[in-house]
């Protein structure tokens, strides 16, 4: 076994989690190897021609990757890990809402846009990926930012991913929409975290409208120049939002998840050209750090 491949104990909980094996057809690879395979290219964010031997065939390694992007293998296998974390009670639904501007390597660019050639249709498992995938352009060159939902116990319940000069505001009702853990009895799946901790990046009347709408409680600091405005207003202005601040300090979990999650050179910096491959990417990190 090498450096950064399943224990025996890991490999006996991932393979509770994945899709059968399908009975006809030819006999698949031995899907230890193809998963160590693919974890070892996010894991050092090599080239997948560069794989080394003992993983069996880049081309397989790549095709099991790319279709299991396209059916959403992997995401469901992550949700199937949250919704076995929640059953043990490991799942704290206490979440940190955080972002992470995560540098694109050249390579990542030159993915065809979609209004390039508008008579040809998108490819099966694409229809979800963006106009611009998720690339922004700045002064440091090319950036995608990663979204993240994060509960007290560590676990990513929700991820997004944008272009790296999108505002953090913008993006926390759809972030917020993606948690959704399904319970193992019968009821529906849990969506709604009983507190949210937040920096001043969502320190606005929509996303504190959108959580109090939502019966959901939040911690916030309100941002000077909307103090200072609601304070020049007068009894108008309203009373200033509860803020407390022991609670603001637990907040920290999202940023030791986000470095965590970066540990992975396949995800520190992105080499996909497609969001959904670079997604893909961002939930086979989280599915490896949760066995």
């Not at 998963?35 to 790549?62: M, V």
């Not at 917020?176 to 849990?190: A, E, F, H, L, T």
Request: aromatic share 6%; net charge positive.
């Amino acid at each position: 076994m090498s450096r950064g491949d399943l224990t025996d104990a890991q490999w006996e909980r991932l393979e509770a989690v994945l899709p059968p094996i399908p009975k006809m057809g030819r006999p698949p690879r031995d899907r230890r190897q193809v998963f160590d395979g693919i974890w070892w290219r996010a894991r050092t964010g090599s080239p997948w021609r560069d794989l080394p031997e003992r993983y069996g065939p880049w081309e397989t390694a790549y095709a099991v990757f790319r279709r299991w992007q396209i059916d959403e293998t992997w995401a469901r296998v992550l949700k199937k890990l949250q919704v076995k974390a929640d059953a043990d009670g490991i799942i704290e639904w206490e979440v940190s809402v955080d972002s992470t501007v995560c540098r694109a390597h050249q390579h990542a660019a030159g993915a065809r846009k979609r209004g390039a050639d508008p008579g040809r249709a998108r490819p099966n498992g694409l229809a979800a990926e963006p106009d611009d995938h998720g690339l922004g352009r700045s002064r440091g060159g090319l950036t995608t930012k990663i979204h993240l939902a994060v509960d007290a116990s560590f676990h990513v319940l929700a991820a997004v991913i944008t272009a790296g000069q999108r505002g953090d505001a913008p993006a926390f009702e759809q972030v917020m929409d993606r948690i959704r853990v399904p319970r193992i009895s019968s009821g529906r799946p849990r969506t709604r975290p009983g507190h949210v901790l937040a920096d001043r990046a969502y320190s606005s009347r929509q996303i504190r409208s959108y959580l109090r709408k939502r019966g959901i409680a939040h911690t916030i600091p309100e941002k000077r120049d909307q103090a200072g405005h609601r304070l020049r207003r007068g009894s108008a202005g309203g009373r200033p939002p509860g803020f407390d601040r022991e609670m603001y300090k637990r907040r920290h979990k999202v940023e030791c998840r986000i470095g965590l999650l970066k540990q992975a050179r396949g995800v520190a910096t992105r080499y996909d050209k497609l969001a959904v491959r670079y997604e893909s990417t961002v939930q086979l990190t989280l599915i490896r750090q949760a066995l």
